[in-house]
């Protein structure tokens, strides 16, 4: 959580302000520096997401329970494993296709920072030096993971789905909270298949600047929040434009990445002497910890 928090207070404190100084003239689509906060919040939000699924990999599989979970180990992948291959064992079902895409491209834009790329940029600019068109080609001598490859955008240093840059500098605050909205959905998904052993908690955020929270009220410096409140802040803080772009780039309203599902709720009816009552049943316990993993069920 700490990894996570630093990197959304990156970009809630460092990359909101410059990206608001400029949210008139987004010419390139990234401004000087804008890039620098939001590359090492990609860093450190995937090394935070790392580290929250080794831990539901350490709850479920190996901490003894007493009596002993059956169908253990549940999941197929180890805490050492890469991120890519614990996302792709934990997505498996058809319908959870275009999130695991995203999460890759996402890895893919992380990777470009992590591991040195370099790149020859062209600029076609007009007379008064506005950039009318910004092009970049790997310099030899490097080459792409067979995993950007295949997310990748042909003649283009973008990938597929998100249109995430792969080129560092050309990473935008836009970018990052549509990183943010993806990864918010997937924290949502395991916490909904997974309960108590997938929830993150609260983070103790600040409202600075003063109009990035807007319903922040009450004299207080700090608030414990959830992931999915800082999400809505992210994207309530983009221009109208960007926010059509973030849709259009997710394929679907984006309120679906940042609200929880709401699931069926059970009531139960009694009948007693003075009427009939309506009651909420308890949750039950999720079905991981006594049904076999689908990975068992469907070799």
């Known amino acids: ?4 928090g630093h990197a959304l207070e990156l970009l809630q404190q460092q990359a909101f302000p410059v990206y608001k100084r400029n949210i008139d003239n987004r010419d390139p689509p990234f401004a000087h520096g804008e890039f620098r906060p939001s590359a090492i919040a990609a860093l450190l939000l995937t090394s935070g997401l790392d580290y929250h699924l080794a831990r539901l990999k350490w709850l479920r599989d190996i901490i003894v329970e007493r009596p002993p979970l059956p169908h253990t180990p549940y999941f197929n992948w180890g805490i050492d494993d890469f991120l890519t291959t614990k996302i792709e064992r934990l997505l498996h ?9 995203q999460l890759l491209e996402l890895t893919s834009m992380r990777d470009s920072v992590a591991h040195p790329k370099l790149y020859l940029v062209e600029q076609l600019m ?17 080459k792409h993971r067979q995993k950007t490859i295949a997310r990748k955008l042909k003649r283009s240093e973008r990938t597929v789905s998100l249109r995430l840059p792969l080129v560092a500098t050309w990473i935008s605050y836009v970018d990052m909270v549509l990183c943010v909205l993806v990864i918010n959905r997937f924290l949502n998904l395991l916490q909904e298949k997974y309960d108590h052993y997938a929830w993150l908690g609260g983070f103790s955020v600040q409202n600075k600047p003063t109009e990035f929270f807007q319903d922040w009220s009450g004299n207080t410096t700090r608030k414990s929040i959830l992931l999915e409140e800082w999400a809505q802040a992210f994207f309530g803080s983009l221009a109208p434009a960007d926010q059509q772009s973030v849709q259009k ?20 009816k009694k009948v007693r002497k003075d009427g009939i009552h309506y009651e909420l049943q308890d949750a039950p316990k999720p079905e991981f910890l006594r049904k076999p993993p689908p990975w068992k069920m469907y070799p």
């Open 1 to 4: 959580m700490d990894l996570m």
């Open 93 to 101: 079902r058809p319908s959870e296709k275009l999130l695991r895409g």
């Open 126 to 142: 007009r007379s008064d030096f506005g950039v009318i068109e910004q092009k970049a080609k790997l310099a030899a001598g490097v």
């Open 249 to 268: 780039r997710l394929r679907t309203t984006p309120s679906k990445y940042i609200q929880k599902r709401v699931g069926n709720v059970r009531i139960v």
